[in-house]
């Protein structure tokens, strides 16, 4: 099993559609949770991170389920600017910095 | 100003040549990386410093050797190149002072002919 799993898509939506991203992780004693945004031949950047209790920034919200050992992204009233592939990051070590990416979920909003 | 920069940017080579990428930031943070993403964009960690002192290093080849001069400075020198080489290299900062996120340069695309 990979350590950080998710479904490449790519995900289709029309704008102003809500779409919902999962990743699993395999390693129990993960402790730190991201989620990052890579356009077409860019850096990674960080989306935000995801915390035990959820957390929502504008339109995004990213929930953590320790018990199934998965992390969600939603986005709500997806916009073109969307359009992009998100990245779930797992720290699977406290104390260190080695964080494992997943390959990427691309979505794309059409207009 | 640009909080992590990668030099060069593109770098096309021929097989068997000596290679050498930067990276410097100016985030003031404790920790530097070496990420790869090849042609199917998985990203992986190769290297990492914290502070100057090597702290992570994954499996890959002896042919590559990361350099960190000083906090703000870590290179990634590659020997003899091979085509498997080509591929994205990124480079990345991090530490407490990010809240642990990773702030990533712009990337330089190696491609070893």
């Known amino acids: 099993r990979k350590e950080v799993e998710q479904d490449p898509g790519p995900f289709n939506v029309p704008e102003g559609a809500t779409v919902a991203f999962n990743c699993t992780y395999s390693n129990s004693a993960s402790q730190s949770f991201f989620w990052y945004r890579q356009d077409c031949r860019k850096e990674p950047k960080l989306l935000m991170s995801v915390y035990s209790s959820g957390n929502e920034d504008g339109r995004f919200t990213a929930q953590l389920n320790r018990a199934s050992q998965y992390i969600s992204l939603l986005i709500r009233d997806s916009k073109l600017s969307d359009s992009a592939t998100y990245l779930c990051?797992?720290?699977?070590?406290?104390?260190?910095?080695?964080?494992?990416f997943g390959t990427g979920t691309r979505l794309k909003v059409l207009a | 100003d640009t909080a992590v920069s990668q030099t060069p940017k593109y770098l096309v080579t021929q097989m068997g040549n000596d290679k050498s990428i930067k990276c410097e930031q100016n985030l003031g943070h404790d920790t530097m990386y070496w990420y790869k993403q090849d042609s199917k964009k998985f990203l992986k960690i190769m290297f990492s410093?914290?502070?100057?002192?090597?702290?992570i290093n994954e499996t890959v080849p002896n042919r590559f050797s990361p350099k960190s001069p000083d906090k703000a400075h870590l290179n990634l020198h590659i020997n003899s190149l091979e085509l498997g080489d080509s591929a994205v290299y990124f480079c990345?900062?991090?530490?407490?002072?990010?809240?642990?996120?990773?702030?990533f340069g712009s990337g330089t695309r190696l491609t070893v002919v």
């Open positions: 990345a900062t991090g530490g407490q002072k990010s809240g642990y996120g990773y702030t």
């Open positions: 410093y914290n502070n100057k002192e090597l702290i």
């Open positions: 990051v797992v720290n699977p070590t406290s104390g260190t910095y080695k964080y494992i």
